[in-house]
Every structure is written in structure tokens, then in C-alpha cells.
């Protein structure tokens, strides 16, 4: 959606969206530390500009300064995602492995 970077979601709710179970109907994410740093705000889809373009007052012709990361914050979009343009931005800490249940009574013994 917006282009090539590493994309996080605020909840794992949002990550779940993107998962697919393996042959034993297990389900595996990351939890990550992710570090932003300059981070750029989009409220709309966007493919064709540049990834993270240069900050505006703190650019100069001779030395240009870029966004580190981006927030995406679109209308009607759940959770808002986190995008960075470098992996060493970020660090899987845990993988962590579920399974999805059918009703929320499946959670509870009785």
C-alpha cells in the first residue's frame, strides 16, 4: 500500500490479517521493537511518491534529511500501520505461536 519498507501493525489483530496457518493449523507472528525515529504521518494510499521523502525545514540542498519511518493513518483502516525503510530498524524479540478459535466460548474451561 505504500510501497517497499518493513510493515508492522499496532495490534496483533492487525498482523493476523496477514497470517496463514501452517499444516497443523498453528499460526506464528513476531512482536517486535521498532524504532521510528523521523516519522512521517500518511493519511492516504500512496505508491508513486518516494518512499520516505525528505523533511521539510530540516532538508537543504546540500545535505538532505529523510523520514527514518512511516505511520500510516488512513480512514477506515482498523489498526494503523508502521513502516520502516531499513530491517535494521527493527527487532523480532519474540515469535510467538497461536491458533485461532472458532467462538469465544472455545476460550474458557468449564
Known amino acids: 500500500m505504500f510501497g517497499r519498507g ?8 492487525k498482523a493476523d490479517q496477514y ?6 493449523g498453528k499460526l506464528h ?9 523521523r516519522c512521517q504521518v500518511v493519511r492516504t494510499p500512496r505508491s508513486n511518491e518516494a518512499f520516505l521523502p525528505e523533511v521539510d525545514g530540516l ?21 494503523r500501520e508502521f513502516v ?7 527487532y523480532p524479540e519474540l515469535l510467538v ?9 472455545d476460550c474458557f474451561v468449564q
Do not use: Q
Open 6 to 13: 518493513v510493515y508492522f501493525g499496532e495490534s496483533p489483530s
Open 19 to 24: 497470517v496463514r496457518a501452517d499444516s497443523g
Open 29 to 37: 507472528m513476531f512482536l517486535s521493537r521498532v524504532c521510528l525515529g
Open 59 to 79: 532538508s537543504t540542498a546540500e545535505v538532505p534529511v529523510y523520514y527514518d519511518s512511516m505511520m500510516a493513518d488512513v480512514r477506515g483502516m482498523r489498526f
Open 84 to 90: 520502516v525503510g531499513k530491517d535494521t530498524s527493527a
Open 97 to 105: 505461536e497461536y491458533e485461532r478459535f472458532e467462538a469465544i466460548e
